[in-house]
């Protein structure tokens, strides 16, 4: 029997969650178009009806959500050469994004090992590029913490990461190959659907956004374009999901460069406000989010009934909630 690359890297296994504290990724490497550059392999299903999916609500995920269906215990355990224990779902507040796209992320364990595995139909993934920026921590490096890899088949995005020390960058493209064939051969009777995009909004300009909020607010802001709302870094099909949602997160500043707040948008999100009401703006819909986003403030989430605007105000700011919030609202209603 082959020695499984995990099996050997287990002999200095050091588990340690994805969501752990890691230095930022080195410089840019060049950007990988998620459509036509990752190493396929192959798929061959035609299904015969499409579901047109509008465009504030959620798609259907793979497998119902179902992590076994599309990955069996006994099945992962011989590719890995160690005894898997469960398949799970993660907690889908972590990936909505994915989500929104029509994708699952799982977490599987064995004793002192464990990992996570992302798939998603590449259906609205046709032309969107996982950023240059991330290229090379994820999937050139390949820390004790985290050593991530990913594949495609001609219909899915398959990526997962190993949490093990001792993981080597070939042993994890080697098994994430193998985890990506078996995935596609489940995958292969999944529903087929469509997501009407024409109300998306487009991602945007964060100097732009501050200007509206600025004008409708009476004060001086401008917004500058961060990296996205993540402590830790996050899962990268997560990564390719915020770009085919058009996520945009935006740091706004004062005039003498005090932080008011946070905007984040994403297209096509309105799904994950259920409950949102009315906001006092036209066509917009508000949600208190509760407080201690990442600011230590108060967070209102607002959709105009397809896509989601989250804004966080600085309680360090002196700004107005209520002021801030509203004229948060009325620059929702023009984007």
């Known amino acids: ?196 995009t024409e109300d998306w909004w487009p991602r945007p300009d964060c100097s732009g956004l501050a200007a509206r909020v600025a004008e409708r607010l009476g004060l001086p802001l401008d917004g500058v374009s961060n990296d996205g709302p993540y402590i830790d870094p996050p899962m990268p099909a997560v990564l390719i999901a915020d770009e085919a949602s058009r996520m945009a997160f935006c740091a706004v500043f004062d005039e003498a460069g005090q932080q008011v707040g946070l905007i984040q948008t994403n297209a096509g999100m309105a799904w994950t406000l259920p409950e949102a009401e009315p906001s006092g703006t036209t066509g917009v819909s508000a949600l208190a989010a509760g407080e201690f986003w990442l600011l230590g403030g108060i967070v209102q989430d607002f959709t105009d009934g397809t896509n989601l605007l989250r804004a966080e105000v600085s309680p360090q700011s002196g700004v107005d909630e209520d002021a801030f919030f509203a004229a948060v609202a009325s620059a929702v209603a023009d984007l």
């Open 1 to 196: 029997m082959r020695r499984s690359p995990l099996a050997a890297a287990a002999a200095l296994a050091l588990l340690v969650p994805l969501s752990a504290c890691a230095p930022p990724g080195p410089e840019a490497s060049p950007t990988v178009e998620a459509s036509s550059a990752l190493e396929s392999t192959s798929g061959d299903s035609q299904p015969s009806e499409v579901l047109l999916v509008p465009g504030g609500e959620r798609p259907p995920l793979l497998a119902d959500g179902d992590c076994s269906a599309l990955l069996g215990v006994e099945e992962l355990s011989m590719i890995l050469e160690v005894e898997v224990e469960a398949i799970e779902p993660e907690d889908e507040r972590s990936w909505e994004q994915l989500a929104n796209i029509g994708g699952i992320s799982c977490r599987w364990s064995a004793d002192d090992l464990s990992g996570g595995i992302q798939v998603a139909p590449r259906t609205l993934l046709e032309g969107v590029e996982f950023p240059a920026e991330s290229e090379e921590y994820y999937f050139e490096r390949c820390e004790e913490w985290a050593c991530s890899w990913r594949t495609a088949t001609d219909d899915l995005w398959v990526s997962g990461t190993f949490s093990i020390a001792g993981m080597t960058r070939e042993a994890a493209d080697a098994l994430g190959a193998e985890i990506a064939d078996l995935v596609a051969s489940k995958a292969q009777e999944r529903a087929a659907w469509e997501r009407e």
